[in-house]
């Protein structure tokens, strides 16, 4: 089954592109298929709406979306990047 | 490294001397104008940007490096600036707005096809994540220097 992942940022450019290419490529690696669906964090209700299992922002996120959330900080500063991974991957797993 | 393809010469300064964050937008932000890379109104909608949500990356070494970008209707073509600046200058954490990261080193981005330049911030995002050659590029002298760095 395929998972969906929101990847927002603050105006959806460089850091979600770069978080999105990460996830896809860790997910691969793990077997589990994945659609990543990239935009601005004002964009999110309108991407919960269509469904999703994960969000992985780049920018604060002021309101609760009620679903799992991620900050992916990690994937441009690199600190921390294994164990995001991990988190996220138990998170569409499951 | 995809980098010094867009790396517009003038709009790189070294050492630069900067009290806040807006200083050195505004400073950039001019540069990347003057040469036509952006529009008219990019140097506000990055300042807004930055106060709404900051783009401050603590990188866990000595310093730190903050990416001001905004959304593509702001750009003309795709380019970046650099600045290493004289002392740290404060701009707030990314995903905790409240949280100050004094930064060291500026890269601006004006992307006007994001999703098509992924390797430009892939090779953006693997320079953050080398404390060596952040450490290298906040001593450079020169211009020049700074591109051997990033090539």
């Known amino acids: 089954m395929t998972k969906t992942v929101i990847v927002s940022c603050g105006t959806a450019i460089a850091t979600s592109t770069v978080a999105a290419k990460a996830i896809e490529e860790a997910c691969k690696a793990e077997g589990i298929k994945v659609n990543t669906k990239q935009c601005k964090a004002a964009e999110i209700p309108v991407y919960l709406e269509q469904g999703a299992d994960l969000i992985v922002t780049t920018s604060q996120l002021r309101f609760d979306p009620g679903i799992p959330v991620v900050k992916g900080l990690a994937f441009l500063t690199g600190i921390g990047t294994e164990a995001i991974v991990k988190e996220i991957i138990d998170i569409l797993k499951d | ?151």
């Open chain 2, 1 to 151: 490294m995809e980098i010094r393809d867009f790396l517009s010469e003038e709009a790189v300064i070294l050492g630069l001397e900067a009290s806040t964050s807006e200083e050195v937008i505004r400073v950039l932000g001019g540069k990347l104008k003057e040469q036509g890379y952006v529009k008219e109104d990019f140097v506000d909608a990055a300042l807004e940007r930055e106060a709404n949500m900051p783009t401050g990356l603590p990188l866990g070494g000595e310093y730190n490096a903050a990416i001001p970008h905004v959304d593509i209707e702001y750009v003309n073509r795709s380019a970046l600036g650099l600045a290493t600046l004289k002392e740290d200058v404060i701009f707030y954490n990314m995903v905790e707005n409240d949280v100050e990261v004094p930064c060291r080193l500026v890269i601006m981005l004006a992307l006007d096809q994001p999703k098509s330049q992924i390797e430009m911030l892939q090779s953006v995002a693997a320079v953050l994540q080398d404390p060596d050659v952040i450490g290298k590029l906040v001593n450079a002298k020169t211009t020049g220097e700074v591109y051997n760095i990033l090539s």
